[in-house]
Every structure is written in structure tokens, then in C-alpha cells.
Nanobody, 119 residues
Framework: VQLVESGGGLVQPGGSLRLSCAASGFTFSSYDMTWYRQAPGKERELVATITSTGGSTAHADSVKGRFTISRDNAKNTVYLQMNSLKPEDTAVYYC?????????????WGQGTQVTVSS
């Protein structure tokens, strides 16, 4: 099982980035996918989530209207389009895959990708 995030980097305030999370080793289309982020000295927070079919999404209030989560089940990849970036968006961004079977929760995490918003 592997989740590999990419697309992070240094961007100026107001800029855009698109993060990708490529999955392998499990049935991607059966898993809900979530992006989290963790800034230095802060707790990890949920950024956006999408259901297994892509039929439903939710975004944190702090990113609503600026970030968009999407997925391509044919490519086993989930995306996070980030626009109008702010310095407070600086964090390590992680993707997580989660499913429930037989009353148990199964989840996998990626290693994270750094996003730095600075002039």
C-alpha cells in the first residue's frame, strides 16, 4: 500500500498549487480520501474530504472557496487545487485513504508534501 503526495513547493501569496496523491496497492475506488495539513507547532487539521465515488465533498471553513478536492478513480489519484494561497496555508499536507469493513476502520497515510506560502 502506498500513497505518494506531490505538487508542493514555495509559492507567493495569492498564488496557486495543485497537490496530487497517487495511490497503489489497494482498491482506491472503495476508499474515501481526505487531505490534512499540519503547520509547525500546530495540530493536524482536516482540509478537505471526498467520498469514494467522488459524489460528495466537504472543505474546512478556512479553505472554503479557495481549495477544491477532486479525484480520478481511473488514475487512482486524489487532487487538491489550492488557489488564493495565504501564508497561513503553509504546512505539510498529507492525504489519507479510509474505508470501513465489518465494523473496522482501515486507513492509510501518505508521507506528506511541504507547501510554503511566502513572499
Amino acid at each position: 500500500v502506498q500513497l505518494v503526495e506531490s505538487g508542493g513547493g514555495l509559492v507567493q501569496p495569492g498564488g496557486s498549487l495543485r497537490l496530487s496523491c497517487a495511490a497503489s496497492g489497494f482498491t482506491f475506488s472503495s476508499y474515501d480520501m481526505t487531505w490534512y495539513r499540519q503547520a509547525p507547532g500546530k495540530e493536524r487539521e482536516l482540509v478537505a474530504t471526498i467520498t469514494s465515488t467522488g459524489g460528495s465533498t466537504a472543505h474546512a471553513d478556512s479553505v472554503k472557496g479557495r481549495f477544491t478536492i477532486s479525484r480520478d478513480n481511473a488514475k487512482n489519484t486524489v487532487y487538491l487545487q489550492m488557489n488564493s494561497l495565504k501564508p497561513e496555508d503553509t504546512a505539510v499536507y498529507y492525504c489519507k485513504a479510509e474505508t470501513r469493513r465489518g465494523g473496522r476502520v482501515y486507513d492509510y497515510w501518505g508521507q506528506g508534501t511541504q507547501v510554503t506560502v511566502s513572499s
